[in-house]
């Protein structure tokens, strides 16, 4: 009679386990831009093609992701004196909430390169986040051209 009784529940449970409906993050893009620095005279730095979609539909678990695609180039000749380039992105939720990661190349002449920066807010748990996403990018090389810097923020908004 347990035995029965066991085996019934066990099947029952079975069957609620292969029915129930799987509850998945979803992977979102909150933002993301194109950003690009450059020594030929005179240095320049660029933010460019930001889309960063307000208001965001998000489900408590998702993970939303924001990017940054830099790249950097130098026409000097080799040897040249040092050139900094430095990008930065950052999504900040609050006062003290926040995820950011950044890349920072040297360059002295005939050099060029490029990565992505990608920042993740892991399992959303508000629906109703305010957030402020922030790229940054910035040449600098001392005395020739100081520091030339360009920077883009957005809202977005979680719904």
């Not at 926040?98 to 959303?124: H, K």
Request: aromatic share 12%; proline share 4%; with cysteine.
């Amino acid at each position: 009679m347990m035995r029965e009784w066991l085996r019934g529940v066990l099947t029952t449970a079975t069957v609620l386990l292969v029915l129930a409906p799987a509850v998945v993050a979803a992977d979102l893009t909150g933002g993301e831009a194109d950003g690009s620095t450059s020594y030929d005279d005179p240095c320049l730095a660029d933010v460019s093609n930001v889309d960063a979609p307000s208001p965001l539909d998000v489900t408590l678990g998702d993970n939303v992701h924001f990017y940054f695609y830099v790249s950097y180039t130098d026409t000097r000749s080799p040897g040249s004196s040092s050139v900094t380039h430095y990008f930065y992105l950052k999504a900040q939720w609050g006062v003290t909430d926040y995820v950011d990661d950044w890349r920072t190349y040297y360059t002295t002449g005939s050099a060029s390169g490029g990565d992505t920066i990608e920042v993740v807010m892991y399992n959303i748990q508000s629906t109703s986040y305010t957030v402020q996403v922030t790229w940054l990018a910035q040449i600098t090389s001392d005395p020739v051209c100081t520091t030339s810097s360009d920077q883009e923020v957005r809202t977005v908004q979680f719904t």
